[in-house]
């Protein structure tokens, strides 16, 4: 008896987590709307130049941004976890507008974005 106890408290354990996430129903994951935020007005704003599966690739496009001009362009997260390369602090609609312009004439596609925070 004294064997099995234990045996039996670690299998409780392990099936209580599974069984109490489950009743709350399935996991949820975050959208695309809760991950991606076009900016729709004047405040903080992110040109984004986009997101990449890896850090390495962030960092190509990152320095050629910079290469280029678009000082402040940098690599991070966004909230869901993906790498993204941006220039943070836009402070108008317009001034992001003339931006996306900018980076347009030379090859980027760059969107805006609300800052996340």
Excluded: K
Excluded at 57 to 84: K, Y
Aim: charged residues 20%; negative net charge.
């Amino acid at each position: 008896m004294r064997l099995v106890a234990p045996w039996l408290l670690g299998a409780a354990v392990l099936l209580t987590y599974p069984v109490g996430t489950l009743a709350r129903g399935a996991p949820s994951f975050p959208t695309h709307d809760e991950c991606v935020r076009p900016a729709i007005a004047d405040g903080e704003i992110d040109a984004v130049f986009g997101y990449f599966d890896s850090r390495s690739e962030a960092a190509t496009v990152r320095d050629h941004a910079l290469q280029v001009g678009f000082a402040g362009t940098e690599i991070s997260l966004n909230p869901c976890g993906r790498v993204r390369v941006a220039v943070r602090g836009i402070p108008t609609l317009a001034v992001g507008h003339a931006f996306v312009e900018e980076a347009r004439e030379v090859g980027f596609d760059v969107t805006l974005e609300q800052a996340s925070g």
